[in-house]
């Protein structure tokens, strides 16, 4: 008999944290000789989605979910006007649990639950920032900032965030992204705005510093020089530097 991987065994319990789990032990214990498996399956599908089509999802929480006071995204949280918005959050959801019991590693699993409940925050009218979801996952921000950076790098995109929205904190990616669709894939500022959620005079502000300090760096000034003549901050030099040295390569090494 071939032995159950550790990791199935150790999280094969955590699926009874969810609905669907609830269901299928109460109908196994209450009704032990009434329904195999399969019937057992289906009905647990059938009641769920009774009550997903009968309970609004923002009247109730799901096992896995919490709510949070998250910024509005129309307002800055260094604002005196700030808003917030209530939203729920997932994080931890019944195909995390499958992936951990398929032998799927818990760190790419965290970036992906990372990235979803960013998206749900901005999906509900809110955006988080790393602090945000450090104090609901016990997790420093600068260590959850480079998850949501090695998430973006491989997939290509740019995830809802204070930093990535509103210029907060020390979020570059976003610029450098944003530059690189039009600059390098020639794509229409907005087409670029629509992709990266950002507005449209957002874009036109990232590509106006871009060009000032491309003119500069083009001329061999350095950071110091640059600085003066744009008034853009020396570590905003230092990334748009950054950026046109990685498009120069791009281009000499397509």
């Known amino acids: 008999m071939i032995p159950t991987p550790g990791y199935i065994?150790?999280?094969?319990?955590?699926?009874?944290?969810?609905?669907?789990?609830?269901?299928d032990n109460f109908f196994k214990r209450e009704f032990p000789n009434f329904f195999g498996?399969?019937?057992?399956?289906?009905?647990?599908?059938?009641?769920?989605?009774?009550?997903?089509?009968?309970?609004?999802?923002?009247?109730?929480?799901?096992?896995?979910?919490?709510?949070?006071?998250?910024?509005?995204?129309?307002?800055?949280?260094?604002?005196?006007?700030?808003?917030?918005?209530?939203?729920?959050?997932?994080?931890?959801?019944?195909?995390?649990?499958?992936?951990?019991?398929n032998g799927v590693p818990m760190a790419k699993i965290r970036d992906h639950a990372l990235a979803r409940i960013l998206k749900e925050a901005y999906e509900q009218g809110a955006l988080l920032s790393m602090r945000d979801v450090g104090l609901f996952s016990w997790r420093h921000a600068s260590f959850l900032t480079t998850c949501r950076k090695k998430y973006e790098k491989e997939h290509n995109t740019i995830l809802p965030t204070t930093g990535s929205i509103q210029d907060m904190?020390?979020?570059?990616?976003?610029?450098?992204?944003?530059?690189?669709?039009?600059?390098?894939?020639?794509?229409?500022?907005?087409?670029?705005?629509?992709?990266?959620?950002?507005?449209?005079?957002?874009?036109?502000?990232?590509?106006?510093?871009?060009?000032?300090?491309?003119?500069?760096f083009r001329d061999n000034h350095d950071v110091e020089f640059t600085s003066r003549a744009t008034g853009l901050s020396k570590n905003l030099i230092k990334n748009y530097f950054q950026i046109l040295e990685d498009i120069d390569n791009n281009q000499k090494n397509p």
């Open 169 to 216: 904190g020390t979020c570059i990616s976003h610029k450098e992204l944003i530059i690189k669709k039009v600059v390098i894939e020639k794509k229409d500022p907005l087409t670029v705005a629509k992709e990266t959620k950002h507005t449209l005079r957002a874009v036109d502000r990232y590509l106006k510093n871009f060009y000032r300090v491309q003119y500069c």
């Open 37 to 101: 498996p399969i019937l057992r399956e289906k009905l647990v599908n059938e009641l769920i989605d009774i009550l997903d089509n009968t309970l609004p999802l923002k009247d109730r929480v799901k096992p896995g979910q919490i709510v949070w006071n998250a910024v509005d995204k129309s307002t800055r949280p260094d604002s005196k006007k700030c808003k917030f918005v209530p939203v729920i959050l997932t994080l931890i959801s019944e195909e995390d649990i499958e992936k951990l019991k």
């Open 9 to 23: 065994k150790r999280y094969r319990s955590a699926e009874t944290r969810f609905l669907s789990g609830i269901l």
